[in-house]
Nanobody
């Protein structure tokens, strides 16, 4: 079973940057598409970005276009979310999740990492 562990969250000022990491174990990560999904307090879960096995990514959230980038390093079994020019509205718990493809329902989830952006 694919196991995912996120890291890299924290407190950052508006305009700052963070790089989230998602480490996989149990299976080789190159068998899965990996997405980043976030959930802010009192809001529904929102899919942000997904990267396919091929390395091609899809952005699902207009609010992060031009600021967030997803990448993967299959050799290290890791996926990354680079977040630049952070805004208070980006405050949320960020989860990485795995699926056979970006158009599939996510089957595997990490425990999440908190990102807090202060104004």
């Amino acid at each position: 079973q694919l196991q995912l562990v996120e890291s890299g969250g924290g407190l950052v000022q508006q305009g700052g940057s963070l790089r989230l990491s998602c480490a996989a174990s149990g299976f080789s990560l190159d068998r899965y598409a990996i997405g980043w999904v976030r959930q802010a307090p009192g809001k529904e879960r929102e899919e942000v970005l997904c990267i396919r096995r091929s390395g091609i990514s899809t952005n699902y959230a207009d609010s992060v276009k031009g600021r967030f980038t997803i990448s993967r390093d299959n050799a290290k079994n890791m996926v990354f979310l680079q977040m630049n020019n952070l805004k208070p509205d980006d405050t949320a718990i960020y989860y990485c999740a795995g699926a056979p493809g970006c158009d599939y329902e996510y089957q595997y989830w990490g425990q999440g990492t908190q990102v807090t952006v202060s104004s």
